[in-house]
């Protein structure tokens, strides 16, 4: 059923003829015209980076909520439903509420070019400034120093987790641009958290932290994680913590969780807090085993498991967590954007995949045509390859195959989000 919010969402993708048009000019205008909200949030901690960020982000909501903290939070893309992009105070905001900030954003726009993801991005920090709560967790959208989103005087805190190649079209062609970007929330005076990073971006994030004397909490140098037996192990300044694994699937949330917890440690919460955060965070399509739902039936007795990966790096990650699940055939079906490094993201799974299906991205017009994604499994190194017209249609067909298979979907978030509608 249509709400309003859609609506008005679908009004708002009118504003402006490019989807991405990295500027911060039209964000304050229209801040501006709603008298400055971005002022007057509870205190922000402020997130970039490639990979990470909303893994990170999730596990600080859980451990300030643990301690007791009302936590506002941004991100996108959403999967399901626009309305996850925004939670108010533990909440994802009701439809009353999120009509009622984008119809004021909307007029007080006054029919200006603005892109959607400014726009709506303001309707956040307005619904933000109205609601009481004790942090707000803002999560940037693309890259970090033009982003919407980077329109904090004084956070809390910066988090920048790890920096690789993605949206070079829009951010740079080497990791030195693309960390230069994404350093761009590193604020004066104000500690920023660096999870790893490769030697050329950690030196342009040293760089721009010194030059605005911002303290780094840097992963290698201030804190430490890893595993040990089965646990996760953190030491910083203030000591050492033995706590669970995160309870987000793959080895790479090890690092994400130690971003986290020097994060919360830089605001003083306990250790409490920083268990949770490892304990209770939840993100959905990050390597998800989904447990019930349409698809879900249609699929048993095989698992059906959903990931929103998309950059090479998120392909090696994925691998990485693939290899070290218990032994049964995987079998991917994946859809990728245009815009998106498919060679540099299909290489690293050929190894632990026994077949790929190729699917376009339902609804979305910048969905590589499944013909394409197949050719290029196909010179990544896949033994099987395979072309499905939908995900439901793939499901059936590796089923028929290998009743006992783990079958993946992956590729983009967008396809993330139609499994999720779909599976309901």
């Not at 726009?109 to 619904?127: K, P, R």
């Not at 970007?181 to 971006?201: L, M, N, S, T, Y």
Request: charged content about 20%.
């Amino acid at each position: 059923m249509t709400q309003r919010s859609d609506v008005i969402l679908e009004r708002m993708m009118a504003l402006h003829p490019k989807v991405i048009d990295l500027t911060l000019d039209r964000v304050w205008r229209l801040l501006a015209a709603l008298d400055n909200p971005q002022d007057r949030l509870p205190p922000v901690i402020h997130l970039a980076g490639t990979n990470g960020k909303g893994s990170t982000q999730a596990m600080m909501r859980a451990g300030l909520e643990a301690s007791g903290a009302r936590v506002h939070a941004y991100t996108s893309p959403h999967l399901a439903r626009f309305h996850e992009r925004i939670r108010l105070a533990g909440a994802v905001i009701s439809e009353a509420a999120l009509t009622e900030v984008l119809d004021r954003c909307y007029a007080a726009n006054d029919g200006e070019s603005i892109t959607y993801f400014e726009i709506t991005t303001v309707a956040g920090l307005l619904a933000f400034a109205e609601t009481d709560a004790d942090y707000t967790l803002l999560e940037v959208g693309l890259g970090g120093r033009l982003d919407a989103t980077n329109v904090i005087d004084a956070p809390a805190l910066t988090v920048i987790t790890p920096v690789d190649l993605d949206h070079q079209q829009f951010l740079g062609e080497t990791l030195p641009e693309i960390a230069g970007e994404k350093a761009g929330i590193i604020k004066r005076g104000v500690p920023c958290v660096v999870g790893p990073q490769h030697d050329e971006a950690m030196a342009v994030i040293e760089r721009q932290a010194e030059r605005l004397g911002a303290p780094l909490l840097a992963y290698g140098q201030h804190w430490h994680v890893g595993t040990e037996r089965g646990r996760l192990i953190y030491q910083d300044e203030g000591g050492l913590l033995d706590l669970p694994l995160p309870n987000l699937r793959g080895p790479h949330q090890v690092m994400n969780a130690g971003a986290a917890i020097a994060g919360l440690r830089a605001l003083g919460m306990d250790d409490a807090a920083c268990e949770a955060a490892v304990t209770k965070a939840y993100w959905p399509a990050r390597m998800e085993q989904l447990t019930q739902g349409a698809l879900v039936d249609l699929a048993r007795p095989a698992e059906l498991w959903l990931d929103g990966g998309h950059n090479p790096a998120a392909g090696v990650v994925l691998a990485e967590t693939l290899s070290q699940q218990p032994p049964r055939p995987t079998h991917l079906i994946c859809g990728m954007l245009n815009t998106k490094d498919i060679t540099g993201y299909l290489k690293p799974l050929a190894g632990v995949a026994a077949s790929l299906t190729a699917v376009s991205i339902p609804g979305e017009m910048n969905t590589l045509p499944a013909e394409t994604t197949a050719d290029a499994a196909r010179r990544a190194g896949f033994a099987e390859v395979l072309i499905a017209d939908g995900v439901r249609t793939a499901i059936e067909e590796i089923t028929a195959r290998d009743p006992a298979a783990r079958i993946l979907i992956c590729g983009s978030l967008y396809l993330a989000g139609h499994v999720m509608r779909e599976n309901g």
